[in-house]
């Protein structure tokens, strides 16, 4: 299985209408995994609020600081165990960890249980306790495929009715076979999320007795470009570069004439200009058999970075700028092969007159707009 991209969906409300919801979640990606957190202050209101994103905050900031999952997750439950009981900030958690591939690891400290959803059916994921000094964490490990999903969602949802139209609450066994009845009645995976909330809502009546979150995180092949630009610094490496370029995932893009005339000649294919390019702005693009894109370099980069937030019908139809922007638009993961040989061009007055950056410079500031879209970016200098 290639690259596996994951969707989030989330639904969410504070215990009271006019306050701030006490739940608070993340997700973000690495090249390796994507991560979810859910955490739930103690409390509600702003004070739980805080609490949670503290919660969500400092384990982002251990994993980022290199630290491995269980390792982070053990750190942040001693430092809750610590606060319980305390004015210090509180909050239960689950953090969901899907690597590439599929292997997915799911740790919760005083939370709910997750719920798988396959092809056809969910049930809710299996966990084994262990004790942590005087605290109970639950480990889930599991391999998710495209088109399979999971459920996390607060107390607030299983508390739903208690006392009320539910008595007991609703149990992840009961949310569970609401989610079973919603995928028989053909409702889609990823308004699950959403309708499960809504039941909740639902069940608690007029006055919802504790915030409510449901995260859904469907799987789904992941969409990759890999974009190659710039000869390699040593020519000694060129053969190898290419290679390793072609051998990436996913539909592959050149920018720059001098960087594909290298592709052609390690294909033994012939490179041609489009004549059918009508642009009057940007410059044409090429064609090279292998390859599923060839544009002009900097210039190219440049205009795309150009229009990046522009509205795209307003675009010209045929401009290697626009089929460049389609592409990278349509991405889930994009790997940039940035060669580290000097152009001599780009120290041209004209460039410099014209606003024309770097190669390098305006790839890092694609890299930061595309990833502030959700993309992954990864960038190799060669």
Sequence with gaps: MGYLHVEVASASNPKKPDNVCGDAFLSFRTPDATVIILADGIGSGIKANIYANMTISRLEKLLNDGFSLRRAFTSLVNTMHEARGTDLPYAVFTVVRVLNNGETTVLAYEMPEAIFVGRHSASVLKRRNFTLGNDVISESNLFLEPGEALLLYSDGITLAGIGGKTRLGWSSEEVC??????????????????????????????????????????????????????????????????????????????????????????????????????????????????????????????????????????????????????????????????????????????????????????????????????????????
């Design 177 to 382: 076979r609401f989610v079973n009845s919603q995928l028989v009645s053909g409702t889609s995976k990823k308004m699950l999320a959403k309708h499960i909330h809504e039941q909740a809502l639902n069940l608690w009546g007029k006055h919802c007795g504790d915030d409510c979150t449901v995260i859904g995180a469907l799987c789904r092949p992941g969409k990759v470009v890999s974009v190659f630009s710039g000869p390699p610094a040593d020519r000694a490496h060129d053969a190898r570069v290419v290679e390793e370029f072609l051998a990436l995932p996913g539909q592959k893009i050149v920018c720059g004439a001098t960087t594909a005339q290298l592709v052609a000649r390690h294909l033994s294919r012939k490179l041609q200009i489009n004549t059918a390019d009508a642009s009057l702005i940007a410059p044409p693009g090429y064609s090279l058999e292998g390859i599923d894109l060839v544009t002009e370099g900097a210039v190219t980069l440049n205009q795309l970075f150009n229009i990046i937030d522009a509205d795209p019908l307003s675009f010209e139809v045929e401009s290697s700028v626009t089929r460049l922007y389609e592409a990278l638009a349509d991405a889930d993961r994009i790997n940039f092969v940035v060669g580290n040989s000097s152009n001599v061009g780009h120290a041209d007055i004209a460039f410099k007159q014209q606003g024309i950056m770097p190669r390098h410079k305006v790839i890092d500031l694609l890299a930061q707009k595309l990833r502030t879209e959700g993309r992954l970016i990864d960038i190799k200098q060669v």
